[in-house]
């Protein structure tokens, strides 16, 4: 029994021992001036929500589908909110309605206002004549005077319909916000990574629909040695080489150091680098370059990043970017997802021999990634 454990610890240990081997010398040679650790390609994360809750009506979108900026990708149940607008648009009528009757209103009250104006008038010179009492004089007084506030108030009450029909605008104007906000659209051209509700679920304000991946905004973040973050400047050259594609070093640039110096996380490779104080820096893939290459891009793939902290230093030749058509980069896929290849041309058949079979297709896990530079 113990030789078989004392075996297997053996085999264990020489497992381990082959694999460190192979992470390091799988690495390219680094000349002084140079920096790498390792990390995992990671893009931009954006949810696409609902703003009200409601009943979702249509999901037209698949995950891996690729959406452009404004494209209508969901629809949500608008029947209430219809029904709402509808009672809404009719109080903004009434409204309107209502203005009209107190406009007329002020114009009758402004008619016999000026009648009983004349009429007092008539009143003050029969007075001097002796033709009409002091006292019906001032009954017409009292009349102009209640004329007179009368058509104050039938003005104040015209005046309070402007509001009135601006509040009905403003609710009929919210509800068309609401319907125009239950069609989701997508903010920016993105992948379609998570389809998180379907046709007929109720959601909750803000909840969400979709989760896609901004595929102009990929980048690696890495944890570098405070003996060297120092010297890195934002702008920094650097060099990006996925697992999945070794051969295809990817142009980078630093576009952000963390000011703050934190453990090492539990993704580097070896527990010694894990108990050294380092800073999170951030590796920028080009945006514009990243177009080309996008259906490629695939988050969360592993790989090693290379900072170069003195601009004196030269790239290693392993490190230099290479010019990749995409439309070249790979093959099409076959139905095993493996890059096809054309298979080599048989020999021709000896006498009474088998002929040779066709050269194996390329093995599984080809670059997927394809960002080459």
């Known amino acids: 029994m113990w030789k078989t454990a004392t075996l297997f610890l053996l085999g264990l240990i020489v497992a381990a021992a082959g694999t460190a081997a192979w992470m390091y010398f799988s690495r390219p040679e680094l000349p002084p001036g140079f920096v790498a650790s390792n990390g995992r390609l990671e ?13 979702v009506e249509e999901v037209l979108f698949d995950e891996g589908d690729t959406v452009e900026a404004g494209q209508v990708v969901a629809r949500m149940n608008t029947e209430s909110l219809e029904a709402s607008l509808r009672e809404a648009e009719a109080k903004s009528r009434e409204a309107e309605d209502s203005r009209k009757v107190a406009l007329a209103d002020v114009a009758v009250k402004r008619a016999t206002l000026g009648y009983a104006e004349k009429q007092y008038k008539r009143s003050q010179e029969l007075v001097t004549k002796g033709a009409v009492s002091e006292q019906e004089a001032e009954i017409d007084y009292a009349r102009l005077l209640a004329n007179r506030a009368e058509l104050v108030g039938a003005e104040a009450r015209a005046v309070q319909t402007v509001s009135a029909i601006a509040a009905a605008k403003a609710d009929v ?14 903010p920016i051209r993105a992948r379609i990574d998570t389809r998180l ?9 803000g909840g969400r629909v979709f989760s896609a991946l901004d595929l102009s905004d990929v980048y690696m973040y890495v944890f570098l040695p405070e003996q060297v973050t120092g010297k890195i400047a934002l702008g920094s050259e650097a060099r990006i080489v996925l697992d999945a594609a070794p051969g295809f070093p990817i142009r980078a640039s630093v576009s952000y150091v963390s000011a703050l110096a934190q453990f090492t996380p539990k993704a580097v490779e070896t527990a010694e680098e894990r108990h050294n104080l380092t800073f999170r820096v951030k590796l920028q893939i080009d945006r514009t370059r990243l177009r080309e290459f996008e259906r490629f891009v695939k988050a969360g793939i592993p790989g090693m990043g290379y900072v170069r902290f003195d601009n004196t230093a030269q790239w290693p030749d ?30 021709a058949p000896a006498p009474a021999a088998v002929p040779a079979p066709p050269a194996a297709a390329a093995p599984a896990g080809a670059p997927a990634t394809g960002v080459a530079r």
Do not use: H, Y
């Open 43 to 55: 893009a931009n994360q954006l949810f696409i929500a609902a703003k009200r809750p409601g009943r």
């Open 173 to 186: 104007d919210r509800l068309k916000s609401e319907i125009a906000d239950s069609v989701l659209v997508s």
């Open 197 to 205: 509700a379907e046709p007929g679920e109720v959601i909750g304000p």
């Open 318 to 347: 392993k490190l230099q970017p290479r010019q990749v058509d995409p439309e070249t980069l790979w093959q099409p896929t076959g139905a095993s997802g493996a890059p096809v290849q054309p298979p080599a041309p048989a020999p």
